[in-house]
């Protein structure tokens, strides 16, 4: 018989737990109970037919009946005559509720914290009220967060970094794994003008709040001996702040860009060159360097339709950027040492060439094959060498 059970009452009270409505309550938040739990019993036929069935479910109702309350309805049935039947089903308080599902020390613990915040940020009641299992899985860190909010209270933007805080127990790998947390409590305690709304996700962390961040580093290497950096004769692989390497104006007419490191490290001699190691979908690193707007700039991805998206990504700072090694006759050429894409980029990509589009929407419609891609240091090291001397004879400027 399809009749609510006690395990289907718990588990309806179950989900007011896991949406943090039974916890809120202890913040200040609505009030839900009492509560009527939805109940589904038998109906008059049934009565009849199946009374044994009707007994046995009445029992079960009634020998769980410790944490809720059972609402009786009289019913005079003719053949019967007159019985008590369950019609309703409330849960009268918290600690009922609590009972019921075995949640009491967990709630016990919240209210503790919930005191600690009253206590020492009342302002972010709101957020526990609001994330209440959150707050319950950071219970052994809530004091240090809390103590976190407090500081940056009394010491706003403070201009140093995550690494300088010097509290008992804080340090910054701990802060920077709460860093969501941490924002989302910022953001009510600090004033507006406290913070840079410019910056958002993890990634805008320390800049949003004023913390020092750690400089973006730039690692390259100079494809010409005549334009070395450093006095030694040593390979000129040099890896510098991004602010640094902004002001650096290398003499060089070109530069290769590429995302691999064997191909960084063995990338050849070219004249009035350099090679940067790339970064993947990031170039915050290179956006603020104006002098590279007049270098001839060559980017050297995978044979992918990630590679062509990081491309893409890639003329948003640059638009004069062209590709190196991203064409058909590279792909085709090393049919031998192709691999498969585990999860291909499906977006439509504005910023390549007619060439580099058709490449891609091929790679993207798998017309050449399933998912197929090749990794740029697979590529034959004397197809390289070549593929640079036939620019040459191009006259790069």
Known sequence: MNWTTPAELKAQVQKLWDRGLLLSTLTGGEEIFPRRLTLKGPDSRQLSDSFSEVRDWIARLSGSAKQYRIVWRSINH?????????????????????????????????????????????????????????????????????????????????????????????????????????????????????????????????????????????????????????????????????????????????????????????????????????????????????WLHGRKIYYWGDIDTHGFAILNQFRGFFPHAASFLMDQQTFLEHQALWGAEPSPETGILTRLTTEESALYLQLRMNELGGQLRLEQEKIGFEWLVESLQTLDMKGME
């Not at 300088?164 to 790998?173: A, L, T, Y």
């Not at 530069?255 to 490191?261: D, H, P, Q, S």
Request: charged residues 25%; aromatic residues 10%; contains cysteine.
């Open 78 to 290: 003719r053949i019967l005559g007159a019985n008590e039947i369950p019609t309703e089903i409330w849960i009268d308080s918290l600690d009922d509720a609590l009972g019921l599902i075995g949640k009491r020390r967990e709630a016990e613990q919240f209210a503790a914290l919930v005191a600690l915040t009253r206590k020492c940020q009342p302002a972010l009641l709101p957020w526990l009220g609001k994330r209440p299992l959150r707050t319950l899985e950071l219970a052994e860190e809530w004091p240090r967060i809390l103590e976190i909010v407090t500081w940056l209270q009394k010491n706003p933007r403070p201009g140093i970094y995550l690494r300088q805080i010097d509290r008992p127990g804080v340090h910054s790998k701990f802060i920077e794994g709460q860093r969501g947390v941490l924002g989302e409590l910022f953001d009510l305690v600090l004033p507006m003008e406290e913070i840079d709304t410019t910056a958002t996700g993890a990634g805008g962390f320390c800049r949003r709040y004023g913390f020092r961040d750690k400089p973006l580093r730039v690692r390259f290497r100079i494809l010409d001996s005549k334009l070395a950096q450093l006095q030694t004769e040593t390979d000129q692989d040099i890896t510098v702040t991004q602010a640094t390497f902004a002001k650096l104006e290398i003499a060089v007419r070109r530069v290769f860009i590429t995302e691999n490191e064997i191909n960084f490290l063995a990338f050849p001699e070219v004249p009035q060159a350099m090679v940067i190691f790339g970064a993947g979908y990031g170039f915050e690193n290179f956006s603020g360097v104006d």
